[in-house]
Nanobody, 125 residues
Framework: QVQLVESGGGLVQAGGSLRLSCAASGRTFSSYFMGWFRQAPGKEREFVATTSTSGGSSNYADSVKGRFTISRDNAKNTVYLQMNSLKPEDTAVYYC??????????????????WGQGTQVTVSS
């Protein structure tokens, strides 16, 4: 069992930055792929970024590539999402999630086993 708790969301002006954190419980954090997803009102949950168990490999949605960076610290059981050059269209609830290795594509929400409660990010124009 893995419990995930996000933090770091808030209100920021367009062009600004935020850093989201996701703290995980349990001793097996380093065995999970970690991902960030987001969901805007009236829209489906969408993939943002994912990182491998070691953090050595990452993947990003085209909409955030070059602006967002995912990282993890396995010693602290924490995954981060650094968000720069934020745009109003980045406004959403952001969720972190954990996925066992070899359990399907890391970009698909349904392949993740554990989810956090979400943190709101609002970007004003």
């Amino acid at each position: 069992q893995v419990q995930l708790v996000e933090s770091g969301g808030g209100l920021v002006q367009a062009g600004g930055s935020l850093r989201l954190s996701c703290a995980a419980s349990g001793r097996t954090f380093s065995s999970y792929f970690m991902g960030w997803f987001r969901q805007a009102p009236g829209k489906e949950r969408e993939f943002v970024a994912t990182t491998s168990t070691s953090g050595g490999s990452s993947n990003y949605a085209d909409s955030v590539k070059g602006r967002f960076t995912i990282s993890r610290d396995n010693a602290k059981n924490t995954v981060y999402l650094q968000m720069n050059s934020l745009k109003p269209e980045d406004t959403a609830v952001y969720y972190c999630a954990a996925k066992r290795a070899f359990s399907g594509a890391a970009t698909t929400p349904g392949n993740y086993d554990y989810w956090g409660q979400g943190t709101q990010v609002t970007v004003s124009s």
